[in-house]
């Protein structure tokens, strides 16, 4: 199966500043890797996702990057703000089931 | 368009009862997966269901766990004579026909103690 792992597991940094949370992947047959956003007593939200055919993708203030040779890609928050915080989870997608990473808990200091 | 609706939000159960957690997925969507997440860890996969077939259940315990997806109504996952170890928040997500787990789409979760 999948085995997604996510680094780091806690990020702590000043408002206005950028966040970056790499993962890597172990199946190179996985095509679809999507970003979670968990706030407290919450479910998970679709936060950004990029399929293999693409590189890097944007949507405003947060970006993910592709790497399919190395099997690992990154989110990126430029511009953080208070209501970033929360803990970020990356997965990728193996035969029709997602495998999670365990989490990085981000917070953003007024 | 409501989105995935898990209920009960919270659940308490004595050791060696029955818990039975509800999923209705997102309207349109006839794909159903069941995962766990155990305090401050990630989610894991336990089942993957749609209407009336259960596609793969192999993240779930073999016993006392069980799930289904009927023809009319909610998921269920089941798990009978609850213990201490399966005190976690359990979440539902769904999908349309097609698109397997691309997007997923989460419920807000149950959370299940086990006193």
């Known amino acids: 199966g999948e085995n997604v792992e996510q680094h780091p597991s806690t990020l702590s940094v000043q408002e206005g500043d950028s966040a970056v949370i790499k993962c890597t992947y172990s199946?190179?047959?996985?095509?679809?890797f999507p970003w979670y956003k968990q706030e407290l007593g919450k479910g998970p939200q679709l936060i950004i996702d990029?399929?293999?055919?693409?590189g890097e993708k944007k949507d405003q203030r947060i970006a993910v990057t592709l790497n399919k040779t190395a099997k690992h890609f990154s989110l990126h928050i430029t511009e953080t703000q208070p209501e970033d915080s929360a803990v970020y989870f990356c997965a990728a997608l193996f035969d029709y089931k997602l495998s999670f990473g365990a989490g990085t808990t981000v917070t953003v200091r007024a | 368009n409501a989105g995935v609706m898990q209920n009960p939000r919270h659940l308490v159960r004595r050791r060696g009862q029955e818990a039975r957690l509800r999923c209705s997925p997102m309207k349109g969507h006839s794909h159903v997966y069941w995962y766990r997440q155990l305090p401050e860890e990630g989610l894991k996969f336990m089942v993957y269901l749609q209407k009336e077939n259960i596609i793969d259940e192999s993240g779930m315990p073999k016993e006392r766990f069980s799930a289904e997806f009927p023809k009319e109504g909610p998921s269920i996952l089941r798990i009978q004579q609850v213990v201490r170890g399966d005190s976690a928040a359990y979440f539902c997500a769904s999908s349309p026909p097609g698109q397997g787990a691309s997007p997923l789409h989460f419920g807000n979760g149950t959370r299940l103690t086990v006193t």
């Open positions: 990029i399929r293999s055919n693409v």
């Open positions: 199946d190179s047959a996985s095509n679809y």
